[in-house]
């Protein structure tokens, strides 16, 4: 099994640590490099980060990953309301993600706009 993603991604990090003491192989991209989006390009059409090969079966986002590894690992289901936080933390690290990008675009993420004014409510 191979997990491609980042390193600073919080979404491969939760599933490093979901993989913690399983056979498994990390493999470091840097998706900002091209390099890095050709691998992953290779493996997700929607270029996002993280992937999970295991075999002939390639697996892209942290949810449905989760969701793979829950059933081939036999975790105790999540209940609803386990889920429900799962959503809201997803909500929240992924409007921290979008604010990072844009920053890093040279975006002022403080500015009054309805884009960054809805990703500051969901944090």
């Given at each position: 099994?191979?997990?491609l993603?980042s390193?600073?991604?919080p979404?491969?990090?939760?599933?490093?640590?979901?993989l913690?003491?399983?056979p498994?192989?990390?493999?470091?991209?840097?998706?900002?490099?091209?390099?890095?989006?050709?691998?992953?390009?290779?493996?997700n059409?929607?270029?996002?980060v993280?992937?999970?090969?295991?075999?002939?079966?390639?697996?892209?986002?942290?949810?449905?990953?989760?969701?793979y590894?829950?059933?081939?690992l036999?975790?105790?289901?999540l209940s609803w309301?386990?889920?429900?936080?799962?959503?809201?933390i997803?909500?929240?690290?992924d409007?921290?993600?979008?604010?990072?990008?844009?920053?890093?675009s040279?975006?002022d993420?403080t500015?009054d706009?309805l884009?960054f004014?809805?990703?500051?409510?969901?944090?």
């Amino acid at each position: 099994m191979q997990l491609l993603g980042s390193v600073a991604s919080p979404f491969v990090r939760r599933l490093r640590l979901v993989l913690a003491g399983q056979p498994y192989q990390f493999v470091a991209l840097n998706i900002f490099e091209s390099e890095g989006r050709s691998v992953l390009v290779q493996h997700n059409p929607a270029r996002k980060v993280p992937v999970l090969v295991d075999g002939e079966q390639v697996i892209f986002d942290s949810g449905v990953i989760y969701r793979y590894l829950a059933s081939k690992l036999k975790f105790k289901p999540l209940s609803w309301d386990q889920e429900n936080g799962l959503t809201t933390i997803n909500a929240c690290t992924d409007s921290l993600v979008e604010l990072l990008l844009c920053k890093r675009s040279g975006f002022d993420v403080t500015e009054d706009k309805l884009f960054f004014n809805l990703q500051h409510e969901r944090i």
